[in-house]
């Protein structure tokens, strides 16, 4: 048995959306290169359409598939609904992810909300805070440890 | 594909196997036997007593079988470890870029009420015998510091370490896993009290490997049962295995000088290759390192990510990043050279055979740019290094 799943395997090697907008409305990155892991997520929103999503990502192959997934998914989608995407959802498309690698893929979930979020402050759409994971600190420990 | 990764282990010679196979259909009699057919079996398990100990320029008496590196690294320690407290000594000197079977070991010793001492490396990855001198107290049982190094491939001063705990009247181990059949090793003229090696690093069977425990060196038992071993090591002999293990070290021993030379050139040549790629360094000493061992960072990028893309392109090698030790940190190797986390993520390790090919080495000069180019290109890690958001930590 190979370390991962053919759909990951698949993503992995053939990423969808790689890259960057560069007039994004909104804008999510987090992880930190200390970790091992970075992902940064471009919206692009046309009246509350995901229009465009593009990702960059500094990871290993769980963290690369899963933004890849995790873009494809949330393509062509109400913002609302983009909210309510899960890691578990993006594992589950990419037909399981080996236990020890999961939290490279929280990453996915966690910058596209990031981006979300980016786009309601510069537009100055009101929400509940609590919707979004906390900022992480630069330089602070590494989560999962 | 390119199989270069002989760190990990290594493929078996076609004349290790052709000698272990007999041992299974043909002289399968159990060396404990007392009939001809048994007596045969222990006949042959002594000759490659001899022949190993000959490699090693030590005694028969002295070559302990056990099941590898890793047990021999323990019961050399342990065996140091228990014999010194019983003198009132718990002080042990090591380094920080042991193996684990050496390190693991040592934090277990220390639940027991043991001083560790654990050497810098320093950004070459070599202690000095005078840091080892400096360091060893009144209560020092032992020394144990590795030959040359899995990762990194550096080679430690090991007789001069071993002249300078004689001296001291200290024992001195060393895990010469990666340095037997790789680099000359006599017991005797290095001063060395207690090695272990391990068949699969030089092209024999896995799970079969030596303690070289000087005469007069007090062994504990860690595998209690049969007398086996002259009662320290209890289980019946794995004889083929043994076998094995003997070819495959004679032959090593027996064309060391032409291997290494040859195994350098080719080594050189990929340094000078992957050294063309920017914000990319070697890890550790450029002269003193195993002829088969090649060691870069790069910064940017993920090294589990570049394994699977060389493996895409028929190329097996390794890294020290935490997504492919299975921990959240990465190598302790590279953190003891003093590579930054972020850099020591992006390591990679090529661990190149005897027979690897000038074509081969190219291919994987040609391989890993390419893939590295690629993973910086969407590494959002790697842009804000370009953009000047983040500080290089190699140069161009
Ligand atoms: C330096 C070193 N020590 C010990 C070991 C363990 O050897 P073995 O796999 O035979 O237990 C290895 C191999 O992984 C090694 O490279
Ligand atoms: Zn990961």
């Known amino acids: 048995m190979a370390l991962y799943s053919e759909k990951v395997m698949d993503h992995f090697r053939h990423p969808r959306n790689v890259g960057v907008i560069e007039d994004a409305d909104g804008v999510g990155e987090v992880g930190n290169p200390v970790c091992g892991d970075i992902m940064k997520i471009y919206l692009k929103i046309d009246g509350d359409i995901v229009t465009d999503v593009k990702f960059e990502t500094f990871g290993c192959g769980s963290a690369i598939a899963s933004s890849s997934m995790a873009t494809e998914m949330i393509k062509g989608k109400p913002v609302s609904e983009v909210l309510t995407l899960t890691n578990k959802a993006v594992t589950e498309a990419l037909d399981g992810l080996p236990a020890h690698k999961l939290h490279c893929s929280v990453l996915a979930e966690e910058a596209i909300k990031k981006a979300v979020k980016d786009y309601y402050d510069r537009n100055g759409i009101p929400y509940d805070p609590a919707q979004f994971p906390e900022e992480e600190e630069e330089g602070g420990a590494c989560r999962f440890r | ?318 890294s020290g990043s935490a997504c492919t030790s299975g921990s959240l940190d990465p190598s302790h190797v590279l953190l003891a050279i003093g590579r930054p986390h972020e850099v020591a993520h992006g390591s990679l390790r090529l661990s190149i055979g005897e027979d690897v090919t000038e074509e081969e080495i190219d291919y994987m000069i040609a391989a890993v740019t390419d893939v590295v180019t690629y993973l910086r290109n969407m590494s959002p890690f790697w842009r804000d290094l370009v953009n000047g958001k983040r500080r290089h930590v190699f140069s161009e």
């Open chain 2, 1 to 318: 594909m390119i199989y270069a990764d002989n760190a990990a282990t290594t493929k078996m010679s076609r004349e290790a196997v052709a000698a272990m196979l007999p041992y299974f259909e043909e002289y399968y009699g159990n060396p404990s036997s007392l009939y001809a057919f048994g007596q045969k079996a222990k006949e042959d398990l002594e000759d490659a007593r001899k022949r190993i100990a000959s490699c090693l320029g030590a005694d028969p008496r002295e070559i302990l079988f056990t099941s590898g590196g890793s047990e021999a690294d323990n019961q050399a320690i342990m065996s140091a470890a228990h014999s010194g407290a019983a003198k009132g000594k718990k002080h042990i000197i090591s380094t920080a870029m042991e193996h684990h079977a050496v390190l693991h070991t040592l934090d277990k010793l220390k639940k027991q009420g043991f001083e560790v001492t654990l050497l810098d490396v320093h950004e070459n990855g070599i202690v000095t015998a005078e840091e080892v001198r400096n360091a060893i107290r009144e209560d020092t049982c032992l020394v144990t510091v590795m030959y040359a190094n899995n990762e990194i491939g550096t080679i430690q001063p090991v007789g001069e370490i071993g002249a300078v705990c004689r001296e001291r009247g200290v024992l001195f181990h060393t895990d010469a896993v990666q340095a037997a059949g790789h680099l000359p090793i006599d017991v005797k003229a290095q001063n060395i009290d207690m090695l272990s090696l391990s068949a699969h690093k030089f092209h024999g069977p896995k799970g079969i490997g030596v303690l070289y425990a000087r005469r007069g060196v007090l062994l504990e038992t860690l595998i209690s049962g049969g007398a086996q071993e002259r009662g320290k090591r209890a289980g019946t002999e794995n004889l083929a295995a043994v076998m094995g293990m003997a070819k495959a070290l004679e032959i090593a021993c027996s064309n060391m000088e032409r291997n290494a030379e040859r195994m350098t050139a080719m080594r050189d040549r990929l340094i000078e290759g992957l050294d063309r790629i920017p914000y990319g360094e070697l890890n550790g000493d450029r002269v003193h390192r195993l002829p088969g061992n090649v060691n870069f960072c790069f910064e940017g990028i993920e090294g589990e990510s570049l394994l699977l893309l060389l493996d895409d392109k028929g190329i097996c090698a390794s």
